[in-house]
């Protein structure tokens, strides 16, 4: 249970061991389709610091990474990467790898400071993102945008808890959402509403990793927060969506969808009835959980219903309905995706506020094999066949175009920049991931559009900090020196290669 809890903390690190594939894990170098994107991604509140420059108001990050004692490594993201003065130069790095996209996100609070539907505009924050895109275009860069990247603005949180209040929340975003459309909509035709509701609801809403770190230990209801966190999520991305494709597309032309998170399971035991059910059960529980309602304008599956009863909130009639109406506009999957794990089956009853179905997630299966080998964090292990097999499990079940959102890792033994650089272990996740994809399209007929590599540089990461380092560019967080990781340039090469090769 306390699994996932560990996911963000910097104990977790792997200092000292260097990357042992196997046979099996060999990187083949696969073809990919000639229009096939690669980009790179990041978040506000991870790489942007200025956190108070001109008029930016605070997040429910800013409040939790300054908590004392400090949940968060005793680190925060006042100045991280000094993205929000450094556009230019991160601009012309990205250039200078001859990505197609950059994937960022809005700080809601940088440009409505107190982040609520009656509440001032802040116009320097505007100015900022407006030249960040504009300097991404001038490079023939896309800019996928983002809208809520976790950092909801302190200011709705006083007032009303923010994403535990449905009707004022949906409101407060659907208007942030049309000040982002209308202001930047001209330019960006990719968006994103909501990155990883799973992790929104049961990291920050129950185990309390982060912000606005809810869990028992404080004294909010874990049994049902994450679920109303969930709904919250859902229906301000359905209203959004209908918004979007009512006032905003006609003219603008673009796509909108929303970014789900998801490991690959496979059965502790591939031999019992029990485990195999499991790992399904704890994809859907995982997955399901948004896709059905989102993707199929469905109820949440009927497994969840069954499972949790009463804690699992009711769809009204007209929640059903605008469900069903926004389902067929999104118009990809985005996918974060990093790991494969073991689905256990447990026997003994659950805790009151068990969120998994009942199922302990393990890194080494019945027989003693470990899910693939481990990266520069413990949760994190190589594994494309589950990457490969989780694709088609979404294709199965949603049938739409797939955007790998976010994928990567961070390489063992990273802390000193010479070791950074030379990132091996990287380079093969990497290189296997992509090999994945083209198998997932040729071999199965998946359809994949792109790549995002998590990260575009080393940067804060959440409550672990600055310990786990994501990047592909090196960040020296003292001299704020950027330095290419050899992983930048073998995804590069790699997609030229890989791309031509399909020509
Ligand atoms: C994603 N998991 O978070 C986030 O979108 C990023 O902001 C973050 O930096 C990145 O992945 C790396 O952690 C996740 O364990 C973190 O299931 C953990 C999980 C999933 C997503």
Redesign the pocket.
């Known amino acids: 249970m306390s699994q996932?809890a560990g996911?963000?903390s910097a104990g977790d690190v792997v200092s000292s061991h260097s990357p042992s594939f196997g046979k099996e894990l060999t990187v083949e170098e696969l073809p990919l389709p000639a229009d096939f994107a690669w980009g790179t991604a990041t978040?506000a509140y991870?790489v942007e610091g200025g956190i108070s420059a001109d008029g930016k108001g605070k997040s429910i990050w800013d409040t939790y990474a300054h908590l004392e004692p400090s949940r968060t490594n005793g680190e925060n993201a006042d100045v991280t990467c000094d993205h929000y003065h450094l556009v230019p130069e991160d601009v012309e790095l990205m250039s200078s790898l001859d990505v197609d996209v950059y994937r960022f996100s809005i700080a809601w609070s940088r440009i409505i400071p107190l982040g609520g539907r009656n509440d001032p505009i802040n116009e320097k924050g505007i100015a900022f993102y407006n030249d960040l895109i504009d300097r991404l275009l001038a490079r023939n860069i896309e800019p996928v945008v983002t809208l809520y990247?976790w950092d909801a603005p302190q200011g709705i949180y006083d007032r009303y808890t923010a994403l535990l209040d449905t009707a004022e929340f949906q409101a407060d975003f659907k208007h942030y959402a049309s000040l982002c459309f209308s202001r930047f909509g001209d330019r960006v035709k990719k968006w994103v509403t909501f990155?990883?509701p799973y992790?929104i609801s049961i990291f920050a809403h129950l185990n309390g990793t982060l912000a606005p770190g809810h869990c028992r230990a404080v004294g909010t209801d874990t049994k049902t927060e994450p679920w109303r966190v969930g709904h919250t999520v859902i229906l301000s991305h359905a209203t959004v969506v209908e918004m979007y494709m009512a006032d905003f597309f006609p003219t603008q032309k673009g796509q909108i969808s929303i970014v789900l998170?998801g490991?690959f399971y496979e059965p502790y035991d591939t031999t019992s009835q029990i485990h195999i059910d499991a790992a399904q059960r704890r994809l859907v529980f995982y997955i399901g959980w948004f896709g059905d309602p989102v993707f199929l304008g469905q109820d949440y599956p009927p497994e969840m219903r069954a499972y949790l009863g009463s804690r699992l909130p009711e769809f009204t009639a007209e929640e059903r309905e605008l469900l069903q109406r926004t389902a067929k506009f999104n118009a990809f999957y985005g996918m974060?995706h990093?790991t494969t794990k073991y689905a256990r089956a447990l026997t003994d009853p659950p805790a009151d506020d068990d969120w998994t179905g009942n199922i302990e997630e393990l890194a080494v299966n019945s027989q003693g094999q470990e899910a693939g080998p481990v990266s520069g964090i413990a949760?994190l292990r190589a594994a494309p066949g589950g990457f490969r097999k989780l694709l088609n499990w979404v294709w199965d079940r949603y049938h739409l175009p797939v955007i790998v959102t976010?994928n990567g890792c961070p390489c063992p033994g990273e802390d000193d920049v010479e070791t950074a650089v030379d990132d091996k272990y990287r380079q093969m996740y990497f290189g296997l991931y992509l090999d994945a994809i083209s198998r997932a399209i040729y071999e199965d007929g998946v359809k994949v559009e792109g790549y995002y590599a998590?990260?575009l540089m080393d940067n804060y990461?959440?409550s672990a900090g600055y310990g786990p380092r994501?990047g592909i560019v090196h960040v020296d967080f003292k001299t704020l020196k950027r330095t290419p990781k050899n992983s930048a340039y073998y995804l590069k090469e790699s997609f030229q290669k890989r791309r031509k090769a399909t020509k």
Do not use: L, P, T
């Open positions: 996932e996911m963000f978040a991870q990247h990155n990883e992790i998170n490991h974060n990093y949760w976010e998590w990260s990461e959440w994501f």
